[in-house]
């Protein structure tokens, strides 16, 4: 069974620092997505990642895939306080295509 | 339509009752997926549906949970004999040829509260 596992939970960072969020999955993958969830929204697409090795980014966001060590970092460059939200990464295997979402993470960016 | 619509955005109903929850899905869009958000469970996959091929329900968690997929497009998530537990974010995906490539959209959700 799939799993896939996001660290922190929680993050409270203040604005101007960086910080990286962590997502390991189990199984054999090269496909993996990020998404932004704001409180009360839907999910909001940020990355799609389809490679070993792909780095993708967005302002201040920078996605990032290692598909040997199964791992996806989402890295935030001088954070501001239009980035809290809660971020979650999946992973998508198998031609069935469905998704396994990690527990999430909620980003606090205090001023 | 430019986005995937769900409806209602909000049901609340008693315990018991049957429930249907409404998606359409970007148009053009081959597959769709429900998907279901709790606290206690986090974002858990309950089906998909591509194209005319038989539905993928393994996410499905009992037999009071059924869903169908009309012309292809519009999709209709049944809850049947609603318990509390069933309470959660009701969440709509489509994608273009299942995913891969071009990511999922989510529509905004509807939110079930059984009471």
């Known amino acids: 069974e799939l799993k896939v596992e996001q660290n922190p939970l929680f993050l409270s960072m203040q604005e101007g620092k960086n910080y990286t969020i962590y997502c390991n999955y189990s199984?054999?993958?090269?496909?993996l997505y990020w998404y932004r969830q704001d409180p009360g929204k839907s999910l909001e697409s940020l990355f799609v990642?389809?490679?070993?090795?792909a780095v993708k980014q967005e302002g201040r966001l920078m996605a990032s895939l290692d598909t040997k060590a199964r791992l996806s970092t989402l890295h935030i460059t001088a954070a501001v306080h239009d980035l809290s939200a809660t971020y979650f990464c999946?992973?998508?295997?198998?031609?069935?295509?469905?998704?396994?979402f990690g527990t999430g993470t909620r980003l606090q960016v205090t001023l | 339509g430019a986005g995937v619509s769900q409806s209602p955005s909000n049901k609340v109903t008693e315990k018991g009752k049957d429930v249907e929850l409404r998606c359409d899905p970007i148009?053009?869009?081959?597959?769709l997926y429900w998907y279901r958000q709790s606290l206690g469970q986090g974002l858990e996959f309950l089906i998909y549906?591509?194209?005319?091929?038989?539905?993928?329900k393994s996410g499905l968690p009992s037999d009071r949970f059924s869903a169908e997929r009309t012309g292809g497009s519009v999709s209709t998530l049944t809850i049947q004999r609603t318990q509390q537990e069933d309470s959660a974010v009701y969440l709509c995906?489509?994608?273009?040829?299942?995913?891969?490539?071009?990511?999922?959209?989510f529509g905004s959700g509807t939110r079930l509260t059984v009471v």
């Open positions: 990642l389809l490679s070993n090795g």
């Open positions: 148009s053009g869009h081959t597959a």
């Open positions: 999946a992973v998508s295997t198998g031609t069935a295509s469905k998704l396994t």
């Open positions: 199984t054999t993958s090269d496909r």
């Open positions: 549906f591509q194209g005319n091929s038989a539905p993928d």
């Open positions: 995906a489509s994608s273009l040829f299942g995913g891969t490539y071009y990511g999922y959209t």
